[in-house]
């Protein structure tokens, strides 16, 4: 048995599946970037594994993450994600999603890619001390608080702090696997 984060929940295996595969590994695909941005957006305010279990279906109904399509959503596609009980039907979150696509294009065009962008906030490279223990985890950071602010200046919707931490954990911008994570070496 492998040590992981105190945050694991080991009775859900898509749980640990994502902990073990995903989480914290650095990401320099502009479409996984986006995913993560829009599923820690719809995150808000619940669990993580809530949104873990409807992804599949947030994939089907958001065009697999593509945010030029995501960017061309119109009302009737607003509708029809609003009425869809596969994702978190909340209106803002909706529209975030399709406005925050439209932004992501924006910033793609201006650094040449989303990954470029993001990653300068942490200069090239994970960064923050491993934490050892649940108490040891952050919700934001110096970093996370300088992209939100700059997110939200660029015309991004549900891009707190927390959610950009939050995201920045997930897509490997920052290391936050324990000190004692068999993950925290290999990412």
Known sequence: DRTRCPWVDLSKP???AYHDEEWGIPVHDDHKQFEFLTLEAAQAGLSWYTVLR????YRRVFANFDPVQVAAFDAQDEARLLADPGIIRNKLKVRAAINNAARFLEVQAEFGSFDRYIWGFVEQAPTLPPPRTLQDYRATSPESDALSKDLKKRGFKFVGSTIVYAHMQAAG???????DC???QET
Do not use: G
């Not at 409807?54 to 279906?57: E, F, G, L, S």
């Open 173 to 179: 911008l920052v290391n936050d696997h324990s000190v």
């Open 54 to 57: 409807k992804r599949a279906h």
């Open 14 to 16: 898509d749980y640990v």
């Open 182 to 184: 068999f993950r925290r």
